[in-house]
């Protein structure tokens, strides 16, 4: 069972440079998440998606962009990385909603130099 | 916006001792989740209440949906090693026709041998 799987799980960017992550999950869930996590501030919404073709923002959606051509797949991009993204980020998909508990990936680990 | 006061931030406790953290607000949310996260891993589903005053069991641990909805607790019985990781609260709340998870800022538990 691979769950929701995440890539890479380290990368160092520089200023301005672009990079997508990747997160593909394999349970059929309609729901997914991306959530981005700094030391001390819990978790926070970047974007989600309710199915296939629908995604919405989050609480924090600025910098950032997402496609959801298939079920599975859910990529984050990062058009003009800042140093302000730094961060770890977290894929995570339900069954039924965010009340039914999420599966999370284990994370990427960004850093913007 | 909703927040979510968790606490204590860290705990320092030994082996075999029992743990008790908390999360309050002041909105109202329909449900609790509660996570953990070790180190360079996703957060884990522990438990998930539902109702109003549901007190519900996973082994050791032991969680609570308050009577007022805006609050839950989480307690770990005779703490072993493994239960070092940190430990997020997240209440759900609907708004516009949409769900929306809120995450508490964890709860860094340290177990001592």
């Known amino acids: 069972n691979a769950g929701v799987t995440q890539t890479p799980k380290f990368r160092i960017l520089k200023i301005g440079q672009s990079m997508t992550l990747q997160c593909t999950q394999d349970?059929?869930?309609?729901?997914m998440y991306w959530y981005r996590q700094d030391p001390g501030m819990g978790l926070k919404l970047i974007y989600y998606?309710?199915?296939?073709?629908?995604?919405d923002k989050g609480e924090v959606p600025n910098g950032y962009n997402v496609s959801r051509s298939t079920t599975e797949d859910f990529p984050l991009r990062l058009e003009l990385a800042a140093p302000s993204q730094t961060s770890v980020y977290f894929c995570?998909?339900?069954?039924?909603?965010?009340?039914?508990?999420?599966?999370f990936g284990s994370g990427t680990r960004l850093t913007v130099v | 916006g909703q927040q979510l006061n968790q606490s204590p931030q860290s705990m320092f406790i030994q082996e075999g001792e029992d743990v008790s953290m908390n999360c309050t607000s002041s909105?109202?949310?329909?449900?609790w989740l509660w996570y953990k996260q070790e180190p360079g891993e996703g957060p884990v589903l522990l438990i998930a209440?539902?109702?109003?005053?549901e007190l519900t069991s996973n082994g050791r641990l032991t969680a609570q949906f308050g009577i007022t909805r805006k609050d839950s607790f989480l307690n770990i019985s005779a703490s072993i090693p493994s239960d070092v990781g940190i430990y997020f609260c997240?209440?759900?709340?609907?708004?516009?026709?949409?769900?929306?998870?809120?995450f508490g800022k964890g709860t860094k538990l340290t177990v001592n041998p």
């Open positions: 995570a998909s339900s069954h039924g909603g965010a009340g039914y508990g999420y599966t």
């Open positions: 349970m059929n869930h309609n729901y």
């Open positions: 998606s309710v199915g296939a073709g629908i995604t």
């Open positions: 909105s109202i949310f329909n449900t």
């Open positions: 209440l539902y109702k109003a005053g």
């Open positions: 997240a209440g759900l709340i609907t708004q516009g026709g949409s769900e929306k998870l809120v």
